[in-house]
């Protein structure tokens, strides 16, 4: 695993960004495997920038999300859906047919699943994965005690994880139950992976992944296995501030 440890959220998103656009150079046809949560944010934004500046074409780019929320409508404000278009599709010049999200609201779950898993394997893999990491260690929806080798399925939410996500929405009780996620095998079929973490409160799931143990309980250490990660956190994510 490549280790980069920078200052702070504004840096480790103009890296991340960076390392994206370096991507989309080398290919401009390349998958890009993305995420959602607050820490991606800052990428977008630099990403969103460096579009306008004409620094990344996304024009022959496509997208496959990791995961969506199980009972959202695509058009509901908090779906990943929106989320993405909201802080990146609709800021720049990718075409919204090469952007890929699991439904949340499909009529057969197991159906959408196997789908979304062979979509992955039909426009991607990915070249390049963008992930964060959830204070307990989940990737994706991938929660602690998660198949280690399992692709896209349904997974009801932990309630630390619903808590977490919580800040989004107006009620607690309005955060959904379950979630749709690529599971830990579809994630490892990336050929790259970029691994953001910002913040102290990450600084116990980096310390638990750097000690280097793969362990069911701690969905991210399957990361361990993959031959290329590369992990940007700042400063406080490290447990240096
Ligand atoms: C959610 C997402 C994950 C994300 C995690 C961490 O649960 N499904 O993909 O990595 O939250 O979120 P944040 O970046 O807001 O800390």
């Known amino acids: 695993m490549e280790v980069i440890i920078v200052n702070d959220y504004e840096q480790l998103s103009q890296r991340a960004c960076d390392i994206i656009v370096e991507q989309v150079h080398m290919n401009p046809e390349s998958v890009l495997g993305l995420a959602t949560g607050g820490t991606p944010l800052g990428t977008y934004r630099e990403l969103v920038q460096a579009n306008g500046n004409g620094k990344i074409d996304f024009k022959h780019v496509s997208t496959l999300n990791l995961d969506e929320y199980i009972g959202l409508d695509s058009s509901h404000p908090q779906s990943y859906r929106q989320f993405m278009k909201r802080e990146l599709f609709d800021a720049i010049n990718i075409s919204e047919t090469r952007t890929y999200i699991p439904d949340g609201r499909p009529d057969d779950l197991e159906e959408e699943c196997r789908r979304y898993e062979a979509l992955i394997e039909a426009?991607?893999?990915?070249?390049?994965?963008?992930?964060g990491i959830g204070e307990n260690g989940h990737i994706g929806f991938n929660e602690p005690g998660s198949d280690m080798d399992g692709e896209t399925h349904i997974v009801e939410l932990t309630e630390s994880t619903r808590a977490a996500n919580a800040r989004f929405f107006d009620k607690d009780e309005d955060v959904p139950a379950h979630a749709i996620t690529m599971g830990i095998r579809s994630i490892l079929k990336s050929k790259r992976i970029l691994l953001l973490a910002s913040g102290e409160r990450k600084a116990r799931a980096i310390k638990r992944l750097l000690q280097g143990e793969e362990d069911a309980n701690?969905?991210?250490?399957?990361?361990?296995?993959h031959p290329h990660v590369t992990l940007v956190m700042d400063q406080a994510a490290y447990g240096m501030k």
């Open 123 to 131: 426009i991607g893999p990915p070249d390049l994965q963008l992930l």
């Open 218 to 225: 701690f969905p991210a250490s399957a990361l361990l296995a």
